[in-house]
Protein backbone atom coordinates (compact mmCIF):
# COMPACT_ATOMS: atom_id res chain seq x y z
CA UNK A 1 0.00 0.00 0.00
CA UNK A 2 2.32 2.61 0.91
CA UNK A 3 4.73 2.05 -2.80
CA UNK A 4 0.97 3.08 -4.04
CA UNK A 5 1.68 6.45 -2.25
CA UNK A 6 4.92 6.54 -4.24
CA UNK A 7 7.09 8.00 -1.78
CA UNK A 8 10.41 6.65 -0.86
CA UNK A 9 11.00 8.72 2.17
CA UNK A 10 7.16 7.84 3.56
CA UNK A 11 7.64 4.38 2.74
CA UNK A 12 11.31 4.38 4.75
CA UNK A 13 9.48 5.68 7.57
CA UNK A 14 6.61 3.56 7.61
CA UNK A 15 8.46 0.32 7.20
CA UNK A 16 10.68 1.48 10.29
CA UNK A 17 7.86 1.82 12.72
CA UNK A 18 6.70 -1.78 11.65
CA UNK A 19 9.81 -3.02 12.68
CA UNK A 20 9.32 -1.29 15.98
CA UNK A 21 9.18 -3.56 19.16
CA UNK A 22 5.95 -1.66 20.29
CA UNK A 23 4.34 -1.52 17.10
CA UNK A 24 4.82 -5.37 17.32
CA UNK A 25 3.25 -5.91 20.16
CA UNK A 26 1.27 -3.45 21.34
CA UNK A 27 -1.94 -4.91 19.94
CA UNK A 28 -1.68 -7.76 22.61
CA UNK A 29 -2.43 -5.37 25.19
CA UNK A 30 -5.84 -4.60 23.41
CA UNK A 31 -9.35 -6.12 23.84
CA UNK A 32 -11.50 -6.97 20.65
CA UNK A 33 -12.84 -3.86 20.69
CA UNK A 34 -9.88 -1.58 19.97
CA UNK A 35 -8.69 -4.49 17.38
CA UNK A 36 -12.06 -4.04 15.52
CA UNK A 37 -11.23 -0.08 15.81
CA UNK A 38 -7.95 -0.41 14.92
CA UNK A 39 -8.68 -2.95 11.85
CA UNK A 40 -11.39 -0.11 10.74
CA UNK A 41 -8.39 2.56 11.19
CA UNK A 42 -6.21 0.82 8.86
CA UNK A 43 -9.07 0.63 6.39
CA UNK A 44 -10.43 4.23 6.59
CA UNK A 45 -6.28 5.02 5.97
CA UNK A 46 -6.00 2.59 3.00
CA UNK A 47 -8.85 4.48 1.58
CA UNK A 48 -7.92 7.42 2.14
CA UNK A 49 -4.97 6.76 0.03
CA UNK A 50 -6.20 5.27 -2.24
CA UNK A 51 -8.33 8.56 -3.03
CA UNK A 52 -5.12 10.52 -3.00
CA UNK A 53 -6.88 12.45 -0.15
CA UNK A 54 -3.86 13.54 2.04
CA UNK A 55 -5.90 15.75 4.54
CA UNK A 56 -8.18 12.52 5.37
CA UNK A 57 -5.34 9.93 5.60
CA UNK A 58 -3.48 12.35 7.96
CA UNK A 59 -6.55 12.59 10.27
CA UNK A 60 -6.85 9.31 10.97
CA UNK A 61 -3.42 8.24 11.14
CA UNK A 62 -3.30 11.10 13.78
CA UNK A 63 -6.96 9.88 15.20
CA UNK A 64 -5.76 6.15 15.24
CA UNK A 65 -2.37 7.06 17.09
CA UNK A 66 -3.62 9.28 19.94
CA UNK A 67 -5.98 6.13 20.61
CA UNK A 68 -3.12 3.85 19.88
CA UNK A 69 -1.24 5.30 22.39
CA UNK A 70 -3.92 5.91 24.97
CA UNK A 71 -4.33 2.08 24.78
CA UNK A 72 -0.76 1.25 25.58
CA UNK A 73 -0.17 3.88 28.08
CA UNK A 74 -3.61 2.97 30.40
CA UNK A 75 -3.40 -0.96 29.65
CA UNK A 76 -3.69 -2.77 32.92
CA UNK A 77 -0.11 -4.48 33.79
CA UNK A 78 0.10 -8.36 33.15
CA UNK A 79 2.13 -9.91 36.08
Do not use: K, W
Amino acid sequence: MLRCAASPRLYGIAANLARAPMMRGSFQLYDSRQLGRGLQDHRELAHAIALRDAAAARAVMEAHLRLSYLAVTTAPTQG
